[in-house]
């Protein structure tokens, strides 16, 4: 029996996150554990607490939330979790994370969490951000990519971040593997005033567009497909450090000469 472990960056009361268990927990052949931040923490990317501690609080059998982030979930849970985890599935996230979101993206860092912790990890966001949206579609494309993971895990060092369109199941065109894309923010900074004078700055997005790409996960969702991107913990960039190594050894043979 495969042990999955639950999390996410909307909370332990977030109804992405209570399909999934609701989903997964109707399987025979998985045992389902859940660790949730105890509120929202969306665009904590991967913070972990080092200096303070993390308390958990039972919300029902093998159901825990804890005053962290999602990175601290993972973290929590494959040391507290009596029987080793074979999966991290995170999410469902309230709201895509696709293009440069995976930088900034809770969701996302669990999953990264558990790859770094040597386990399959594996991100899930719906691209709604309505109240009433249905993760229903979701959460049964989650149990897809959960199984194929088990059965063909990728290779370490390799998370899997998904993107479902908020479109009924009807008009979902099908799942397309994709590159990130090329994610266009609208950002802004409102300065204000307190009652008594003091100044301070509020963060906002105006919105977001993309520009596209040939293949770009974007693009596909735009376009009513599922998107499925493989990340990879590696960021280095080698056509850079192929250069730079030619840079430093001419400059090191020029000043020998």
Known sequence: MKHILLVNDDGIDAPGLSELDRVFGAQSDMRVSVIAPDRQRSANSHYVNLWSPLRLKEHG???????????????????????????VVSGINSGQNMGVDVYYSGTVAAAREAVINGLQGMAVSLSSKDEGAD?????????????????????????????????????????????LGNRVYRDGLDRRLTPFGQTYFWLSCDGMSFTPCENGDLDAVHAGYVAVTPLALDATDYASLSLLDGQIRQREADTVQ
Do not use: W
């Open 61 to 87: 059998p093998a159901r825990y939330a804890i005053d962290g982030t999602p990175a601290d979930c993972v973290k929590l849970g494959h040391f507290f979790l009596e029987s080793p985890v074979d999966l």
């Open 135 to 179: 993760y229903r579609y979701a959460a049964r494309v989650a149990l897809e990519q959960a199984r194929m993971l088990l059965s063909h895990p990728l290779p370490a060092g390799t998370l899997l971040n998904v993107n479902v369109p908020d479109l009924p199941e009807s008009e979902i065109r099908g799942i397309r593997v994709t590159r």
